[in-house]
């Protein structure tokens, strides 16, 4: 460590001695200030200029030398070194230019390069691979009017197809036919700057990486993504915030913030997307894009705070009704695949049920919101009866899905958005079970009986999320996931791996978890280091050596800082904490159990009895 702020303080010194970098911190607000005898921690250091790192008008080369050096202390790389030349007043240009004869370090001094001049020279050399001519539209949209980053309005398009295509129908924010409607129109009404260039941004990770394994290229994809992203953050002021589509935009960066592995720079967008939520009002929307919208954003907010175990943003009230309207592109419009390697797996065009599917989810989402709020604590003990009325309201959802959102045979193509419904709801309800258990196998006074029921329960709900994980990877889905859906799976094989008695049960899940996680690693950064925390996990299991076969496949190693880590999740971890949770079980609930199960069982059995004899209607269930 000392290696380390001696490194660091030099490197600090050195700095200071540059007005460029003073003045540009300046201009900020911010001051350096260096004492003569005080050690340096390098994390400020690293903190203070990456603060800096977003503003690519500010970007010199001297500071990206800076940058890049820092990069490589962070990484504890020739330190040693560092410090001797730094300590013979070698200039930093010239430090930084003997650290890029270093292969292994090229990659990383790319990520620090200011992309200004070059985004249009990644952008031909990305069009080289993804824009056909055989495209299916030859309309010109006015993208110009909209983004900078590039003035091809075919790849544009493009974008829009895969975002249209992987996100929009699993994480409904607004409505496409609005969006593409103000869009081509030049109407802001439905569409913004930053909203065009926050999709774009989004829709990069779903570029296919496997047609190149060259270095430029990879960091082609990165600055793209970065140039669309910088872009959507220049066109929002603070005085925009109550507008819906700068809402939606932050919804958006959320999702790509958040991809690209930066979990605790994403957080800041939900949470300014959530605070205004409760502000926003209906000034002359449509009522079906306004409620899409606020619906939409509860959702993602409830989702991430449902898979990361923390409270919601400031979320909207649960109580308020879900009014969408259907709509003459949304009620049954065929789910066409769109990729760049739509050759290869499944293609297929089935109906997409996309605003249906959104209702059923938000609804879902309402549900889950109130089990955050019993294990929060926000109504006092959790007693069994509160637990099992929890528990009725995840199965009445599902017993009321109308028969195109029900998965009926894993036989058979389920469109993606159905499938990642499906997904959510049993990652939900393993969540809603997980807790108990942990706290039941705690317990020395705890019947083993009522121990086994609670694990037979939670492994019937994970083992059907497994299953549908297995029917995405047999139908070429799980590479298109999108981040939040990646972490259903680490709970959803996490479960199966750590109550399952079968030992193949266990090494299965954990060998699909790692699949899945490195289908998408290209795309998505933040699939390296939950790789990383579920190895870790999943090595204190018994019944599980795998080891040797992980690093043979995927090569997983324990590479990634702690920094990485949180900016994965914001946690240390991904599973529950069971000590927060468990602290508002009544102690009284495993003396309560029996008797209101039996109660539920007998209230589901005859709901069921009933449902069979007066099949329910979609537009009852919309009712």
Not at 101 to 127: C, K, Y
Not at 388 to 397: F, G, K, L, P, S
Request: charged share 25%; net charge negative.
């Amino acid at each position: 460590m000392a290696h380390h702020e001696d490194a660091a303080a030099l490197l600090a010194k050195y700095l200071n001695s540059h007005a460029s970098i003073v003045g540009a911190l300046d201009q900020r607000g911010l001051q350096c200030v260096y004492q003569p005898h005080t050690k340096i921690q390098k994390d400020e250091i690293l903190s203070e200029l990456a603060s800096q790192r977003g503003q690519k008008e500010s970007l010199t080369k001297e500071f990206r030398d800076s940058s890049f050096i820092l990069d490589v202390l962070t990484n504890d790389g020739h330190v040693d070194e560092i410090i001797r030349r730094l300590q013979a007043k070698e200039s930093v240009h010239s430090i930084a230019t003997w650290l890029l004869s270093f292969p292994d370090l090229q990659t990383m001094e790319g990520r620090n390069q200011n992309f200004e001049g070059n985004v249009q020279d990644a952008v031909e050399r990305i069009e080289h691979f993804y824009v056909r001519s055989d495209s299916e539209d030859g309309v010109d949209s006015p993208c110009t009017q909209w983004t900078s980053v590039t003035k091809n309005p075919a790849f544009v398009d493009h974008l829009f197809r895969l975002f249209f295509t992987w996100v929009h129908p699993h994480c409904m924010l607004f409505s496409e036919t609005n969006f593409l409607d103000c869009y081509h129109a030049g109407d802001d009404t439905y569409c913004s700057g930053a909203l065009v260039n926050a999709i774009c941004a989004m829709a990069c990770h779903f570029l296919d990486r496997s047609q190149s394994e060259s270095p430029q290229l990879t960091l082609d994809y990165e600055a793209l993504s970065a140039a669309f992203l910088m872009e959507a953050r220049s066109q929002i002021s603070p005085s925009d915030a109550p507008r819906i589509t700068t809402l939606q935009s932050f919804a958006v960066m959320f999702l790509e913030e958040l991809s690209s592995g930066k979990a605790r720079v994403a957080t800041t967008y939900l949470r300014c997307a959530a605070d205004n939520l409760q502000d926003l009002e209906n000034d002359g929307h449509k009522d079906e894009v306004f409620e899409a919208s606020r619906w939409g954003i509860h959702t993602l907010n409830t989702l991430w705070s449902g898979l990361t175990y923390q409270k919601p943003f400031n979320p909207q009230s649960p109580d308020t009704r879900i009014p969408f309207k259907f709509d003459k592109y949304g009620s049954r419009r065929l789910y066409q695949q769109y990729s760049d390697d739509a050759g290869q797996g499944r293609t297929f065009r089935a109906p997409g049920f996309t605003i249906n599917t959104a209702v059923h989810q938000a609804r879902l989402f309402r549900i889950v919101h109130g089990s955050i709020n019993l294990y929060c604590g926000a109504r006092g003990k959790i007693s069994a009866k509160s637990f099992i009325q929890c528990h009725e309201r995840y199965v009445n959802w599902k017993m009321e899905l109308p028969p195109e959102l029900i998965c009926e045979s894993y036989n058979t193509t389920i469109p993606p958005n159905v499938l990642t419904l499906h997904i959510q709801y049993y990652t939900m309800l393993t969540g809603q079970w997980s807790p108990i258990l942990y706290f039941f196998t705690g317990e020395t006074n705890t019947d083993d009986r009522l121990t086994e029921d609670f694990r037979s329960h939670l492994l019937d709900h994970a083992r059907e999320g497994v299953k549908l994980l297995h029917v995405s990877v047999r139908d070429n889905l799980c590479r298109y996931f999108t981040p939040l859906v990646t972490f259903c799976i680490l709970h959803l094989c996490d479960t199966v791996a750590h109550w399952s008695l079968d030992k193949a049960e266990k090494v299965s899940a954990v060998l699909l978890c790692c699949e899945i996680l490195d289908r998408n690693r290209r795309g998505f950064k933040l699939c390296g280091p939950l790789m990383q925390m579920f190895r870790a996990v999943i090595d204190q299991y018994s019944g599980i050596d795998v080891a040797d076969e992980l690093e043979r496949r995927y090569g997983i190693r324990d590479q990634h800082t702690v920094e990485e880590i949180l900016d994965a999740s914001t946690r240390l971890s991904y599973t529950i904490p069971v000590g927060q949770i468990t602290r508002w079980l009544d102690p009284k609930f495993h003396g309560q159990w029996a008797e209101e199960w039996i109660e539920h069982m007998g209230t589901v059995k005859r709901r069921r009895q009933s449902n069979a004899s007066h099949p329910m209607r979609l537009e009852d269930v919309m009712n």
